[in-house]
Structure formats: structure tokens, C-alpha cells
Nanobody, 117 residues
Framework: VQVVESGGGLVQPGGSLRLSCTAS????????MNWYRQTLGKEREWVAGSAAIGAGGATTYEDSVKGRFTIYRDNEKSMMYLQMNSLKPEDTAVYYCNVLYNGGDYWGQGTRVTVSS
């Protein structure tokens, strides 16, 4: 099982970025996927989730990103995305893709997002 994040970078406040998560080694469409983020000295926090296709594919968001971030997935390509709009300095973090599969908790290496002028 592997998940690999990409798409991070430096963006000005109010700008947009799209993060990608490439997944492999498990039946992607059948499992919920999540985005988390972590800043230095803080606990990793959940950002958004996408339910498995069998659960209707519902999406959920942490309150501070509702209306600004959109999580979506391409089950054919085993890809998950996080479209981030209206970015704020407090969104600066390393963003991680996560899946719980077959008793294991899988994380990528993270992709860094910096929101700064």
C-alpha cells in the first residue's frame, strides 16, 4: 500500500492550490480517504474526508476549511485531490494523505503548503 502526495508550494494569501494523492496497492474506490495537515509543534489535524463509493462517496470537512477546500477523487485513476481556494496564512502546513486499510494506517511523506506574501 502506498500513498504519495504532491502539489504543494508557496502561494499568496487568497490564492489557490490543488494537492494530489496517488494511491496504489489496495482497492481504492472501496476505502475512505482523508487529508490531514500538520504544523511544527502541533498535532496532526484532520482536514477533509471522502467516503468509499459503497458509502455514497460523501465528503466531510473540518470547520475552518468548509467553503474553501474541496476534496474529490477519481476512482478510475486511484487519485484523490484537495482543491484549496482562498488560502490563508493559517493553512500553512504539511499536508498528508491517509487511508486505513486492512488494519494498517498508511501515510505519505507529505507535501508542504506555505501561504505567505
Amino acid at each position: 500500500v502506498q500513498v504519495v502526495e504532491s502539489g504543494g508550494g508557496l502561494v499568496q494569501p487568497g490564492g489557490s492550490l490543488r494537492l494530489s494523492c496517488t494511491a496504489s496497492g489496495f482497492p481504492f474506490s472501496r476505502y475512505a480517504m482523508n487529508w490531514y495537515r500538520q504544523t511544527l509543534g502541533k498535532e496532526r489535524e484532520w482536514v477533509a474526508g471522502s467516503a468509499a463509493i459503497g458509502a455514497g462517496g460523501a465528503t466531510t470537512y473540518e470547520d475552518s476549511v468548509k467553503g474553501r477546500f474541496t476534496i474529490y477523487r477519481d476512482n478510475e485513476k486511484s487519485m484523490m485531490y484537495l482543491q484549496m481556494n482562498s488560502l490563508k496564512p493559517e493553512d500553512t502546513a504539511v499536508y498528508y494523505c491517509n487511508v486505513l486499510y486492512n488494519g494498517g494506517d498508511y501515510w505519505g511523506q507529505g507535501t508542504r503548503v506555505t501561504v505567505s506574501s
